[in-house]
Nanobody, 122 residues
Framework: QVHLVESGGGLVQPGGSLRLSCAAA??????????MGWYRQAPGKQRELVAT???????VYTSSMKGRFTISRDNAKDTAYLQMNTLKPEDTAVYLC??????????????WGQGTQVTVSS
């Protein structure tokens, strides 16, 4: 089991910045956490990828967010971050953390956090 706790969301004005954190706590048969990622879901819309980062630091971004958003990771703390700059009203959504993890018997699992609300509004 991997428990993911997101934090850092809130209300910000257009053009502002926020930094989200996702702390992962592994237990049971989980050997390691592989890729961590951020997704977002706005009301009435499908969940969409924001960015992912591997344990080695390789990143993938949705093209519309690259340049404004930066994903990073502290492997020692099993924590992923999402720095969001130049925020726009259309960035308003629930931001969810995802972790891909492997068990000691090489089974892959997918875990999700509860999400943190980001609202961009004047």
């Amino acid at each position: 089991q991997v428990h993911l706790v997101e934090s850092g969301g809130g209300l910000v004005q257009p053009g502002g910045s926020l930094r989200l954190s996702c702390a992962a706590a592994a237990s049971g048969n989980i050997q390691r956490i592989n890729t961590m990622g951020w997704y977002r879901q706005a009301p009435g819309k499908q969940r969409e990828l924001v960015a992912t980062i591997t344990g080695g630091g390789s990143t993938v971004y949705t093209s519309s967010m690259k340049g404004r958003f930066t994903i990073s990771r502290d492997n020692a703390k099993d924590t992923a971050y999402l720095q969001m700059n130049t925020l726009k009203p259309e960035d308003t959504a629930v931001y969810l953390c995802n972790a891909d993890a492997s068990s000691w018997d090489n089974i892959r699992y997918d875990f999700w956090g509860q999400g943190t609300q980001v609202t961009v509004s004047s």
